[in-house]
């Protein structure tokens, strides 16, 4: 459900939507990509570095976990770590 929200453009309503299943499993880490990419979308960075995190804690060579704290990392501004992100 969280995925056609953000594809119809409901970013709040996909946020709330992966949030609920990082709370329901905490070990779904596609949720947890799929969270840090909505957030990184509204530009909530904290928030976006967070889940991405929690994702790559699971598989620290998801690409699109990586990826999404890459970019969540250059909208920051610390360029320098997003580099790293890209190694």
């Given at each position: 459900?969280?995925?056609?929200?953000?594809?119809?453009?409901?970013?709040?309503?996909?946020?709330?939507d992966?949030?609920?299943?990082?709370?329901?499993?905490?070990?779904?880490?596609?949720?947890?990509?799929?969270?840090?990419?909505?957030?990184?979308?509204?530009?909530?960075?904290?928030?976006?570095?967070?889940?991405?995190?929690?994702?790559?804690?699971?598989?620290?060579?998801?690409?699109?976990?990586?990826?999404?704290?890459?970019?969540?990392?250059?909208?920051?501004?610390?360029?320098?770590?997003?580099?790293?992100?890209?190694?």
């Amino acid at each position: 459900r969280g995925r056609t929200r953000d594809e119809s453009g409901d970013s709040d309503g996909a946020i709330d939507d992966y949030r609920r299943a990082t709370e329901l499993d905490p070990g779904f880490m596609d949720a947890w990509v799929n969270l840090g990419a909505a957030y990184g979308g509204v530009l909530r960075i904290p928030e976006a570095v967070h889940a991405c995190e929690q994702a790559l804690r699971m598989d620290p060579r998801h690409f699109d976990a990586r990826l999404n704290l890459a970019a969540a990392i250059a909208e920051s501004a610390y360029y320098v770590e997003a580099a790293a992100q890209y190694g």
